[in-house]
């Protein structure tokens, strides 16, 4: 089981957690959403759970939960810019249908 960062989203959660001041490195997870019944969840995280499971890449750590893991496994989580917009995208392997909006996705 691994969750990958790209060089760009590696750089962008170290910047951060350098402005930001604390945190331990950056959460993934999932809930139940949309119209193809999941979406992702991102944040930066201040602690590790007992039921967490880390990985580190290019010194971050990814911090996601053991239910969520299943559904993401093999992700690789990218950082774009395009213009004067910016997001962290995902490529999961496991995904089987993506809503037209891009919100949420199915396994």
């Not at 759970?49 to 239910?67: C, L, M, N, R, W």
Request: proline share 2%; hydrophobic share 35%; aromatic share 8%.
């Amino acid at each position: 089981m691994a969750i990958s960062l790209t060089s760009s989203a590696a750089t962008r959660v170290r910047s951060y957690l350098e402005k930001r001041g604390s945190g331990v490195g950056l959460r993934l997870g999932v809930r139940k959403s949309g119209c193809n019944g999941w979406a992702y969840t991102i944040d930066y995280a201040d602690a590790v759970q007992p039921s967490d499971v880390v990985f580190d890449q290019a010194g971050v750590k990814v911090i996601v939960d053991t239910e969520s893991l299943d559904l993401i496994d093999g992700t690789e989580v990218d950082f774009v810019k395009d213009g004067l917009n910016e997001a962290f995208k995902f490529r999961n392997p496991n995904v089987k249908g993506e809503c037209g909006c891009g919100e949420s996705f199915s396994v």
